[in-house]
T-cell receptor, first 114, second 110 residues
């Protein structure tokens, strides 16, 4: 099992550009989520999904879109990048929202918006 | 307003001694608490968890204590090892979401 994979590892964008951060898991997990990590702020939930076709907003959803067409993939789209979106982004998955809630995290994508 | 707080940004401990990392929370509806460990340039990894109906959970060198009346939990690492040097995040479950603290950097000196 590859676990949770994220691409790209690093990305630099100009303000106003759009891009998609990819996330995939091969553990047949129902639950997937996206977080951003900023200094002094910990991990903040952006969007999450409890299964294919179902998504919901987290704590900081503005400026981001998600979709979940398959169990395996959960891409995060930045619609019009802003410097405030400079961060490290982590994708995570777990069996379900209700099973111990042990989430498996990907290695992260470091995004810089200039 | 942060619902999960880790008030110590960093902690330095001698190898072999006990490390105690603390976490406070404000939402009494949290029903599950977890600790994650994170090394630089890697994603967080799950360490240990505790249900709100328990007050202690132990796994090898790691023990988590929960004091519901004080809305406080702590992670004890005994004995501490240099490989334990990492950032430790406390997290709490709120429905379908996890709420994380800001993290504590643990340095274990050999």
């Amino acid at each position: 099992n590859a676990g949770v994979t994220q691409t790209p590892k690093f990305q630099v964008l100009k303000t106003g550009q759009s891009m998609t951060l990819q996330c995939a898991q091969d553990m047949n997990h129902e639950y997937m989520s996206w977080y951003r990590q900023d200094p002094g702020m910990g991990l903040r939930l952006i969007h999450y999904s409890v299964g294919a076709g179902i998504t919901d907003q987290g704590e900081v959803p503005n400026g981001y879109n998600v979709s979940r067409s398959t169990t395996e993939d959960f891409p995060l789209r930045l619609l019009s990048a802003a410097p405030s979106q400079t961060s490290v982004y982590f994708c995570a998955s777990s069996y379900s929202a209700g099973r111990n809630y042990e989430q498996y995290f990907g290695p992260g994508t470091r995004l810089t918006v200039t | 307003d942060q619902q999960v707080k880790q008030n110590s940004p960093s902690l330095s401990v001698q190898e072999g001694r006990i490390s105690i990392l603390n976490c406070d929370y404000t939402n009494s509806m949290f029903d599950y608490f977890l600790w994650y460990k994170k090394y630089p340039a890697e994603g967080p990894t799950f360490l240990i968890s505790i249900s709100s109906i328990k007050d202690k959970n132990e796994d090898g060198r790691f023990t988590v204590f929960l004091n519901k009346s004080a809305k406080h939990l702590s992670l004890h690492i005994v004995p501490s090892q240099p490989g334990d040097s990492a950032v430790y995040f406390c997290a709490a479950r709120d429905g379908n979401k996890l709420v994380f603290g800001a993290g504590t950097i643990l340095r274990v000196k050999s």
